[in-house]
């Protein structure tokens, strides 16, 4: 896990990854609805866009220090690798997002595989991150099954924490963020607090 830490903060990257339309830009816009003083900040870079939400979490840290977070995403056609090479880049915890949408099983696997591919780029592997998966769109395939989706995607059976949401509540009460947030802090707590 990578932090940027001082004696009075803690500074924190989220990455939300997945595949393009996966609605990644829907669940940043929910989950920085839950933070009313947190806006979405766009980045045009060619073709894409880079999104960006940041606040400073209301409660201090079990050690008196200010935990600072930033979710960023990438929205649109990623063309070259390097972006979401950066975007992975010092990044303390990852929500991958998976539409269920069957017919784009192959894009989300391969998205898959680049994900793993830059957390090693990176130096650090899916393992040493705090992950969740968030199966997005739920509602819209009546015959979506979460553990069939995770056997084909190889997702060992409770390992990653994964979540399933709908087109109308895309940030599911937050269930995959705060899986990931809460693993960051657990993380951050001294030895001898945890």
Known sequence: MTVEQDARQV??????????DTGKLAILKAIAAR?????VREHPVGSMRVHRVEWTEPQTLPDGRFLNVAIHSLTGTVEYNAAEELLLRSAAGIVF????????FQVTWDSLMRLADNTRRNGYDLHSVALAIQYH???LYPDFDAARLDARLGVPPGVVPRFVSSSRQPDAEGLAFDSVLARIKAALQPAEAA
């Open 11 to 20: 500074s924190v990257k989220v990455a939300l990854a997945g595949a393009a």
């Open 137 to 139: 769109r739920a509602d």
């Open 35 to 39: 933070f009313g003083y947190a806006t």
């Open 97 to 104: 997002v998976v539409d269920v949408d069957p017919a784009k």
